[in-house]
């Protein structure tokens, strides 16, 4: 299991990496083989402020639809359109051609609740 120890996690299986006071957004590799195969890939929030938990899209699998959540509070400001073309690159490269947005961080102490990789590596139990 690929878990990048540079990146943080939520609960709900997303990742976050951050430059500066932005950050990019997508589903770990936990997720994406939970999920299965990704057929679709849908965020209509770009220009809108979110709080941490909120949904800001959602993924669709060949047998399920899955909420997307914000990791931290602030405004989505780049969906990967990429996505559109090609949702299977969430399964082939979660964190690198997969990623799904870049929004502007609002607090940057939300970050202080998030996993690091071994508390996320004990959550999915490896």
């Known amino acids: 299991m690929n878990i ?4 943080k996690y939520t609960k709900d299986h997303e990742w ?4 500066g006071e932005i950050a990019t957004v997508g589903i770990t590799d936990f997720a ?4 299965g195969d990704i057929v679709y890939v849908e965020v ?19 047998k399920t639809v899955s909420d997307l959540f914000l990791p931290v509070s ?3 400001i780049e969906f ?3 996505l559109e073309d090609t949702p299977e690159d969430v399964n082939a490269e979660p964190y690198s051609k997969g990623w799904m947005i870049k929004m502007k961080v609002s607090n940057p102490d939300d970050l202080n609740q998030l996993l690091d990789s071994n ?3 004990e959550l999915i139990g490896e």
Do not use: K, M
């Open 4 to 7: 990048p120890e540079e990146l």
């Open 16 to 19: 976050i990496s951050i430059d």
């Open 32 to 35: 994406q083989r939970e999920l």
């Open 44 to 62: 209509e929030t770009v220009g809108e402020t979110l709080d941490a938990d909120e949904v800001f899209g959602t993924v669709e699998a060949v």
């Open 74 to 76: 602030g405004e989505i």
């Open 80 to 82: 990967n359109e990429d």
């Open 119 to 121: 508390q996320y590596r």
